[in-house]
Each structure stands twice: as C-alpha cells, then as structure tokens.
C-alpha cells in the first residue's frame, strides 16, 4: 500500500470517528433533555395531585373540628361548601398523573380520587345530618374520619411511589 493511500484511509477513519463521535454525543444530549423534560412534567403533575389532595384534607379537617365544637347550621354549610369546592381540583389534576405515569403511581391516583369521592359522600352526608339534626352524629363522623385515614395512607403511598419515579433513571 503506497503512503497516499494509507493517508487517504486514515483521513477517511477519521472523518466517520468524528461524524460517529458528533452523533453520539448529539443522540445523548437529546435523550437527556428528553429524560429531564419527562421527569419535569412528571414532578409538576405530581405536584398539582398532591396540593389538590391536601387543599381537600385541609378543608375535611376543618368540617370535622367545625362539628366537634358548637356551630350553627349556616358554619356548617358554609365550610362543606368550602369542601365541595376543593373536591373537583383533586379531579382535575389526576389525568395528568395517570398521563405522566407510571403504572404504579397512576392506579395510586386513581385509587386515591376514588377513596377522596367516597370521604366526600360521607362527609355530606355527616353535614346535612348535622344540619338537620343540630347535633353531630357519631357513627357518620366515625365513617368520615376512618375515609379520610385511607386518603392520608394512599397520599403517603403516592409520595413515596412519585419519588422513586421522579429519582429513576429509566423514563
């Protein structure tokens, strides 16, 4: 092989390491981005679920403690009102999850907006007996409290599962 040929060859090896090393290198930057983009959706769905499920619990305390103390009929009214108004944002932002996924923390979501429908039904219940009775009723303040035990344990489950999605590399 005369020394022409050998330097054409060696410049022809390196033109493709260097085309090869370019697409590498551009392929890895835009799976990263990708990733990041994905686990920056990710965090903000999961974000907007968890503040909607504790707006939710925030106003079911408030109900709960209303009807441990004296109150009237107007209060009680007024803070379920409060309530059903933070019930439909818990709604809204799953979607997203169930959207961003994964599995794991999507079926969380769902389950979690499902036991928050149910809490509500007792709670309105629990409220207009309230209201029409002038006095709480235990069993259904009972029934309220142990829903709303099963939101805060699927709430510590979906935060737990949001981590582990959010700290995995796999997208």
Not at 17 to 37: D, F, I, K, P, Y
């Amino acid at each position: 092989m005369d020394s022409g040929f050998a330097a054409l060859w060696g410049a022809g090896i390196g033109v493709v390491g260097t085309l090869a090393a370019t697409w590498l290198s551009g392929w890895s930057a835009v799976r990263g981005q990708h990733g990041h983009w994905r686990r920056e959706g990710r965090k903000e769905a999961y974000s907007a679920f968890i503040a909607a499920v504790t707006a939710f619990r925030e106003a079911a305390d408030s109900l709960l403690s209303l009807m441990d103390d004296k109150h009237t009929r107007d209060d009680v009214a007024q803070t379920l009102a409060q309530l059903q108004a933070r019930s439909p944002a818990v709604v809204a932002a799953s979607p997203a999850v169930v959207v961003e996924g994964p599995e794991n923390v999507a079926t969380l979501a769902r389950s979690m907006t499902k036991a928050i429908g149910k809490a509500m039904a007792d709670l309105e219940f629990y409220a207009t007996a309230t209201r029409r009775f002038g006095r709480p009723a235990q069993f259904e303040a009972d029934r309220a409290r142990e829903r709303l035990v099963a939101v805060d344990e699927d709430l510590n489950k979906f935060a737990e599962e949001a981590r582990i999605s959010l700290d995995s590399r796999k997208i």
